[in-house]
T-cell receptor, first 110, second 110 residues
């Protein structure tokens, strides 16, 4: 049973617009979340994190929002750039491991 | 500062064979985790080691095993390979929270 879900396998956005990637989780005990970006033939790279004591964390063009009551988090990328085209994974921390979603492939169109 | 190094990058094996993959973590990182990535399944947790002890294990058959050495380097072994074991195997090291991933080993079973 998938505890972390990314229901959109793919997303296309025009360059300069906002990209919104969504992630839902089922376990209310999760209290730390990460987003990773992955290019083909490379390992995932860390983007941004958020702890459950916050509802928003910002780092440059990337902002993560956490809605604990809805068990939902989202990653906003503003403005989107062609170099942002990649697969994005959200992950939730459980004891000694992260549980990853299945990923969303973002394509930013020039 | 060297990143996480995984060897080999690519591997082709025949059904029934066994394979050993290697991971060298970032210097000073004592935790090493292994994940399997397949299309549509995201990253599935295999196991995590800390100071040569396995602290957590995912839901994989006993054909998948691992170990960690005193220098924190880790190996994972898959015995009696099946076609379904074809995947990207990712190793990640961490100091506290958050992972740094290697580039992975692409295993193809024919």
């Amino acid at each position: 049973d998938q505890q972390v879900k990314q229901n959109s396998p793919s997303l296309s956005v025009q360059e300069g617009r906002i990209s919104i990637l969504n992630c839902d989780y089922t376990n209310s005990m999760f209290d730390y979340f990460l987003w990773y970006k992955k290019y083909p033939a490379e390992g995932p790279t860390f983007l941004i994190s958020i702890s459950s004591i916050k509802d928003k964390n910002e780092d440059g063009r990337f902002t993560v929002f956490l809605n604990k009551s809805a068990k939902h988090l989202s990653l906003h990328i503003v403005p989107s750039q062609p170099g942002d085209s990649a697969v994005y994974f959200c992950a939730a921390l459980e004891t000694y491991k992260y549980i990853f979603g299945t990923g969303t492939r973002l394509k930013v169109l020039a | 500062k060297a990143g996480v190094t995984q060897t080999p990058r690519y591997l082709i094996k025949t059904r029934g064979q066994q394979v050993t993959l290697s991971c060298s973590p970032i210097s000073g990182h004592r935790s090493v985790s292994w994940y399997q990535q397949t299309p549509g399944q995201g990253l599935q947790f295999l196991f995590e080691y800390f100071s040569e002890t396995q602290r957590n294990k995912g839901n994989f058959p006993g054909r998948f095993s691992g170990r960690q050495f005193s220098n924190s380097r880790s190996e994972m072994n898959v015995s009696t390979l099946e076609l379904g074991d074809s995947a990207l195997y990712l190793c990640a090291s961490s100091l506290d929270s958050g992972y740094t991933f290697g580039s992975g080993t692409r295993l193809t079973v024919v």
